[in-house]
């Protein structure tokens, strides 16, 4: 059996969780990782470890109650939950219809609850577990409209939302299953590279501290120090990872 163990991480084909998917098989894990739409790849060609990958919507209680029998079924060590899953159909921001708002906040708040929810009560019987939910500095602050000027985007009102509401989630659970042996924390990252125009890269980048965005494998550090036993202390928390963002 791997001592390290399996970590189960969602939306594992997204921009984020893709790369903390990646770094998690390079670090000798065994992993699961789920998708709803596009499937992941994996390129290595050498594993030592146990890679599962599958399709999964989290926001339907059955689909989590059949991956936890699937864990007990492979006699699978399970030590932690990395929740990267989301879904963002508000792409007009606030001109958005109210049925795609109404879909964000059912999918995304349903998805949230079952995951932290079954997986505390499975980590409570083994007196041992760490979930961490990826939210963003949106969790903590509101957005500066300034940065969607002349911008194709604008931050949606339901991702907001939804990360407020992680939040408030990951201090709930965190409380609740503390005296088990089961930490619950989040990881709030700062704007990351990506497709941006030029001209937003410059503009976010100059409210930070570094004067850069972040890249997506700078993640995965705190990732893995929360999933080890240096973090048995830590729970509750919402740890900003921004280049100084919030500060400024």
């Known amino acids: 059996m791997?001592?390290?163990g399996t970590i189960l991480i969602t939306g594992a084909s997204g921009k984020i969780g893709y790369e903390i998917f990646k770094e998690?098989?390079?670090?000798n894990y065994d992993v699961i990782g789920t998708y709803t739409k596009k499937k992941i790849l994996i390129k290595s060609k050498k594993l030592n470890q146990k890679i599962y990958v599958k399709k999964f919507d989290q926001s339907n209680i059955s689909h989590i109650k059949n991956m936890v029998n699937f864990i007990k079924k492979e006699n699978l060590n399970l030590k932690g939950v990395v929740n990267c899953a989301v879904i963002r159909p508000m792409k007009k921001g606030s001109k958005d219809s109210l049925k795609n708002w109404q879909k964000s906040i059912r999918v995304n708040s349903d998805s949230i609850y079952l995951l932290n929810n079954i997986f505390c009560n499975f980590f409570k019987k083994k007196k041992y577990g760490r979930i961490i939910n990826i939210g963003s500095i949106y969790s903590s602050i509101g957005p500066d409209f300034n940065l969607y000027k002349n911008e194709n985007f604008e931050l949606e009102p339901d991702y907001i939302y939804n990360k407020f509401g992680m939040l408030g989630i990951t201090k709930y659970f965190a409380s609740k299953f503390g005296k088990d042996n089961v930490t619950v924390n989040m990881i709030s990252p700062?704007?990351?590279l990506s497709t941006q125009s030029k001209s937003f890269k410059i503009k976010y980048s100059k409210k930070t501290f570094?004067?850069?965005?972040a890249h997506k494998?700078?993640?995965?550090?705190?990732v893995e120090y929360i999933l080890s036993e240096k973090s048995s202390y830590l729970t509750g928390q919402n740890i900003?990872?921004?280049?100084?963002y919030t500060s400024n």
Do not use: A, T
């Open 2 to 4: 791997n001592k390290k």
């Open 24 to 27: 998690l098989i390079n670090n």
């Open 190 to 192: 700062g704007g990351v």
């Open 210 to 213: 570094l004067n850069r965005m």
């Open 217 to 222: 494998n700078e993640i995965f550090g705190l």
């Open 240 to 244: 900003i990872l921004d280049g100084g």
